[in-house]
C-alpha cells in the first residue's frame, strides 16, 4: 500500500473514530410519511443523500467535507404550499486531536433551502457548533456538542449528547440525544434490529415572485422500528416503520419570525402562520449505507 493509501486510510480511520455514529461516507435513504388535514388524505416523500469526503490529515488535524441533498415532495397538500423542496448543503468539519482518546470536532455548514423556482441569498441558511467527544474505553465514546442554525423562522439553539455505548457483541446503543438516539440487538455479523426516535426541525423558502418569499417550517419527531441488513464488505441496507408523533407543516409570510427557538420549542411568543397542518401519521424508511470500517 502506497503512501497516498495510508495517508487516505488514516484520515478515514481517524474522522470515523470522532464522529463515533456518523461513520457512513455514503448514506442515502427514502421515506414516506403519511397525514390528514381536513378529511384529506396527503403525504410527504423525503429523499435524503449525504457523501463524507476526507479533505487532510496532518499530525493533530483533519478536515472532513460532507456534501448533501434532500428533496422534500409534498404531496396532496393545499395549493399554498409547494410540491417540491430542495435542500443542498456543503458541511467541513476540523477535528483536533488533543490525545488519542480525546478530540474537538468544530463544524459549519451552509445550506441552499428553496422551491429552486427562482434563486437568492435569502434561500441560505447556515448553522455553526462544536463537539467535545472522550473515548471513555473500547465499550464506550460520549461527546457533548451544541450547534446553533440560522432557520428562516429565526435562531435555533440544539444542545445534544453524543453516545456511542456497546457493551457486548449483541447490544449498540447510538445517537445523538435527544434528536436522533437508536438501540439495537445484533443477531450476527449481518442482521440487527431495534428502535430509532428522531427529530427534525427545518424551513424551505418559496418563490420570491410566486409567494412573496413566504416560507415552509416542518416539524416532525417520530419513532422507529428498524431491521438492518449487511449484504456486503461495508454495505448495510436498513427498513423501519413506525409513527410520526408530531408532524406540522406551518406556512410564513417573510417576516415571521420566532427570536430564538430550543431544537424545536420556540422561546417567547411565537408568530401566527398562514396556514398551518398538524397531523399524526405513519412513516416508512428504506435506506443504503457504505462504511469501510
Not at 478530540?103 to 467535545?132: C, E, N, P
Not at 449484504?231 to 406551518?250: D, E, P, T, V
Request: charged share 20%; no cysteine.
Amino acid at each position: 500500500m502506497n503512501k497516498h493509501k495510508l495517508l487516505l486510510l488514516a484520515t478515514l480511520l481517524f474522522a470515523n473514530i470522532l464522529f463515533a455514529q456518523d461513520r457512513d461516507l455514503l448514506n442515502v435513504s427514502y421515506a414516506v410519511s403519511t397525514l390528514k388535514y381536513n378529511d384529506t388524505a396527503a403525504n410527504a416523500n423525503s429523499f435524503d443523500l449525504k457523501l463524507k469526503l476526507p479533505v487532510l490529515q496532518k499530525k493533530e488535524n483533519t478536515i472532513v467535507g460532507i456534501v448533501g441533498y434532500k428533496n422534500l415532495s409534498l404531496q396532496n397538500f393545499p395549493a399554498e404550499y409547494t410540491g417540491n423542496l430542495h435542500g443542498i448543503t456543503l458541511q467541513g468539519a476540523w477535528i483536533y486531536k488533543l490525545s488519542d482518546r480525546k478530540g474537538l470536532t468544530f463544524f459549519a455548514q451552509a445550506g441552499l433551502f428553496t422551491d429552486l423556482r427562482d434563486v437568492s441569498g435569502k434561500d441560505f441558511r447556515y448553522t455553526a457548533g462544536l463537539r467535545y467527544r472522550v473515548k471513555h474505553s473500547e465499550k464506550l465514546i460520549t461527546g457533548w456538542g451544541l450547534a446553533y442554525s440560522r432557520q428562516f423562522f429565526g435562531n435555533q439553539i440544539i444542545p445534544f449528547i453524543d453516545v456511542d455505548y456497546r457493551p457486548n457483541d449483541k447490544w449498540s446503543l447510538t445517537g445523538q440525544f435527544p434528536i436522533k438516539p437508536k438501540v439495537l440487538y445484533h443477531f450476527n455479523d449481518k442482521w440487527s434490529a431495534g428502535m430509532e426516535l428522531s427529530a427534525d426541525a427545518s424551513s424551505y423558502r418559496l418563490s420570491a415572485a410566486e409567494s412573496n418569499n413566504e416560507f415552509i417550517q416542518v416539524n416532525q419527531w417520530t419513532g422507529l422500528a428498524k431491521l438492518e441488513y449487511q449484504f456486503a464488505k461495508g454495505w448495510q441496507l436498513n427498513i423501519g416503520a413506525g409513527r410520526n408523533f408530531r408532524q406540522s407543516y406551518k406556512l410564513y409570510d417573510d417576516a415571521a419570525t420566532t427570536p430564538w427557538t430550543v431544537i424545536t420549542i420556540p422561546l417567547g411568543k411565537k408568530p401566527d402562520p398562514i396556514h398551518e397542518i398538524d397531523s399524526r401519521g405513519l412513516t416508512i424508511q428504506a435506506g443504503i449505507s457504505f462504511r469501510p470500517f
